[in-house]
């Protein structure tokens, strides 16, 4: 097996693998139900405390890889019975309390949870909700907070904790980011997949003559180093894809839009932000609804170029494949919906490719030379920007572009401060939920220094240097490009 960063990876891997296997024989309804038991055999457990536990968490697992809940219209979703190792008491009363007079902490405590024994607080950690109210009026700061991993890496604050200590996602927070995904060191917060529905849709294509294709992230060049980019391409062909697409040729492409609607609007606006990252425009509309108009009106480079190959093949069919879990919901929302068939991350394509029983290693090479430099090196943070001024540059645009690049949300966070008071040293914000930029998407089959320059390396293999030559055969004039 190639290697993944930890074993909530590999026990992840193992289970979309099984399922996707069973769902190319066209028996998983049957023995779906037999997967818990051939990754988990017994007698002893691999993880948890005991077979019996870790087989009813595969059982969640399995649910999830087919699909997860259909009520639910968020994406990222809690395994609650994987969701109780964090044993954790967020808040603990240290040396430094002294048993004042005043017992604010106690006086705060909403659920009682506050009580004393010689004088000194202590938390029952039984009735905590760790709401932090003790903490914030603790006059001598002596109520240390340890935050759970994935509330600590939730920037949006849309993770909370249940009476019964169980992570709580409320959608209305969540951007789907699938940070909490990446941090949760138990697995159990997931992102749903719909790798059933692609194998499924694979199947259909050859039953009913219509073309599936796949369009992958620039970010893959990152993931997959142990072959040859194209080497993957001809792997993914083998799965049952009619062709392999880059979504770089669509970020060449919204790179051009993009430029053209900065430089109409800016003088109106003041400031734009970018519109690539889902996650990014989520948190816009979510938490600086002021904001929502200056957002760009283009389309992601995944809308994009779904839309362009919809043009060319009018019965095709497209899925994504990139390390986003943002994009499973970005398919779905109004005046989008229809462009991209389906998303799968890049766990699940390897899960796929395994399933299938495709070597990479053993496979031909097939052509990938369809996007610019500068659409490729999108998948890293100010990759856009880079784009956008070489446009500006190439064009000899008369515009006055003043960038402002935010890596993560806390830099997006303090950007749009900013551009909320109108002080901003800036007219232009490119956001990238994910530090790094999507080569530091939460479903990456691993992270690493190292992939940004393996994006720059792929990025110079292009043939086309110059995004007017790779976009000067395709009629954009003609595609919708809107949001």
């Known amino acids: 097996m190639r290697k ?28 779906y139900n037999t997967i818990p038991e051939k990754i988990s055999p017994g007698p002893k457990p691999r993880t948890r405390c005991c077979v019996y536990k870790e087989r009813a968490i595969i059982e969640e697992r399995v649910k999830i890889a087919r699909g997860g809940n259909k009520d639910n219209e968020n994406n990222i979703e809690v395994l609650e019975i994987a969701c109780d190792e964090c044993s954790i008491s967020r808040y603990t009363v240290t040396e430094a309390c002294r048993g004042c007079l005043a017992k604010w902490c106690h006086e705060a405590c909403p659920v009682g949870a506050i009580y004393y024994v010689d004088n000194k607080a202590y ?17 001598y700061n002596a109520i240390s907070d340890v935050m759970r991993p994935c509330r600590k890496a939730c920037e949006v604050n849309a993770i909370s904790i249940d009476k019964d200590k169980k992570a709580v996602i409320d959608n209305e927070k969540c951007i789907q980011c699938g940070a909490c995904v990446y941090k949760c060191p138990f697995g159990a917060i997931v992102d749903k997949s719909y790798v059933v529905d692609v194998i499924n849709l694979l199947k259909e294509s050859k039953q009913n003559d219509f073309n599936v294709y796949a369009a992958i992230a620039p970010a893959i060049s990152s993931q997959f180093t142990h072959v040859n980019i194209r080497q993957l391409v001809n792997g993914i062909k083998l799965l049952g894809f009619h062709d392999v697409v880059e979504v770089a040729l669509g970020a060449d492409i919204v790179a051009s839009h993009e430029t ?19 996650a990014f425009v989520s948190y816009i509309e979510k938490n600086y609804p002021e904001l929502k108009e200056n957002i760009s009106g283009s389309v992601s480079p995944m809308i994009a170029v779904s839309r362009l190959i919809k043009n060319i093949d009018k019965d095709a069919k497209v899925v994504f494949i990139g390390p986003c879990t943002a994009k499973k919901g970005e398919i779905n929302r109004e005046g989008i919906k229809g462009s991209t068939d389906y998303v799968i991350t890049f766990e699940e394509l390897t899960a796929m490719l395994d399933a299938a029983e495709i070597d990479l290693k053993k496979c031909n090479e097939d052509l990938l030379d369809n996007a610019s430099f500068f659409g490729r ?3 890293r943070s100010g990759g856009l920007t880079e784009a956008i001024k070489h446009v500006i540059e190439e064009e000899r645009i008369d515009t006055e572009f003043n960038p402002v690049v935010c890596d993560g949300l806390l830099e997006c966070k303090k950007a749009l401060n900013m551009a909320k008071v109108n002080r901003l040293k800036g007219n232009f914000i490119e956001g990238m939920a994910c530090k790094g930029g999507c080569i530091g998407g939460a479903a990456s089959v691993h992270h690493g220094p190292k992939d940004r320059n393996e994006v720059d390396k792929y990025g110079k293999l292009a043939i086309e240097k110059k995004i007017k030559d790779s976009i000067r055969v395709l009629n954009i004039d003609k595609l919708n490009l809107d949001r």
């Open 4 to 31: 993944f960063e930890n074993d909530v990876q590999v026990i992840k891997y193992e289970v979309l693998k099984e399922v996707s296997k069973l769902a190319m024989e066209e028996t998983l309804e049957e023995k």
């Open 123 to 139: 938390i029952d950690t039984n009735k905590c909700i760790e709401c932090g109210k003790c903490k914030n009026v603790c006059p």
């Open 260 to 278: 053209e609607e900065f430089s109409k609007e800016i003088d109106k606006k003041g400031v734009i932000t970018s519109s690539c990252c889902p």
């Open 377 to 379: 090196i999108f998948a």
